[in-house]
């Protein structure tokens, strides 16, 4: 059957004949990447955040469906889909770890960032030796964002004591005015042995290079800055200025999509 996508009345029944094929698909022919369907479905279309939930966390469980195991980590961290939860750190730790092994990327990533972040709950141990195993493996499957984070961890270094100056992740960013600030994060001094990670500028533009090659806007401004400094590459202005204009056009894109989510925020689903 076609259906005119413009009439609210094929909308809807579209709309309701997709979560019934994607019900049968994973409860009946027990198809994993259909009950992950399933899961995106019950949060993006019905809303109903507790459902998906469930079916996340059973796909993972049931399937090692690795997609799965990130959302419900998702959910777990965020407390979503469970009425006046506050979230549960290592319960969220655990299903990133398990998506990470399943070989998710941004499993992967969310389980290094726990791991290495000073700034996450009290319930995780810090360990920056096995949280840059994840980042690495995660920047090693080309996600943008590990890649960016451990460029910075390589500026600055990561020091062992708890209350020394954070793991650096020298960034790009917008200045609330509409133009990219591009000033890469300057090592701290300190002595070799009183880092877990050393400072290490090469190792730094490259995973700043890897990260802008996959588009990340804030890892193509520092890689400006290293051009035009010096700093782990040898100083070239025309490469300086190149990245620079890169970020500034990838900013321009970001501006635009957020217009238009917001432009689309009036535009829901028919009830």
Request: proline share 3%; aromatic share 10%.
């Amino acid at each position: 059957m076609a259906y005119d996508l413009k009439k609210e009345s094929d909308v809807k029944e579209y709309v309701e004949k997709l979560g019934v094929e994607y019900r049968f698909g994973c409860y009946s022919e027990k198809k994993p990447e259909v009950c992950h369907l399933l899961g995106d479905y019950l949060e993006g279309i019905k809303k109903d955040f507790e459902k998906a939930s469930k079916v996340y966390k059973s796909t993972c469980d049931d399937y090692g469906y690795a997609k799965s195991c990130y959302k419900y980590g998702n959910y777990s961290f965020l407390g979503k889909g469970k009425s006046g939860s506050k979230g549960e750190p290592r319960v969220a730790y655990q299903y990133y770890e398990k998506g990470c092994n399943l070989n998710d990327s941004d499993a992967c990533l969310h389980s290094g960032l726990l791991l290495v972040s000073r700034s996450m709950p009290k319930e995780i141990d810090r360990n920056v030796p096995k949280g840059l195993q994840f980042l690495t493996k995660s920047c090693d499957m080309n996600n943008a964002t590990a890649c960016f984070y451990l460029s910075g961890m390589h500026i600055s270094g990561v020091q062992k004591k708890p209350d020394d100056v954070a793991a650096g992740s020298g960034s790009g960013s917008g200045n609330g005015n509409g133009s990219m600030i591009t000033a890469a994060v300057k090592p701290t001094t300190g002595k070799d042995n009183d880092y877990i990670v050393l400072k290490d500028m090469k190792k730094a533009f490259q995973f700043a290079y890897k990260a802008c090659e996959l588009r990340n806007m804030y890892a193509c401004a520092n890689l400006s800055q290293m051009y035009a400094r010096g700093d782990g590459i040898e100083k070239n202005e025309k490469e300086a200025e190149k990245y620079k204009k890169m970020a500034l056009e990838m900013q321009d894109e970001v501006k635009k999509q957020q217009e238009t989510l917001t432009f689309q925020q009036g535009v829901g689903m028919p009830n």
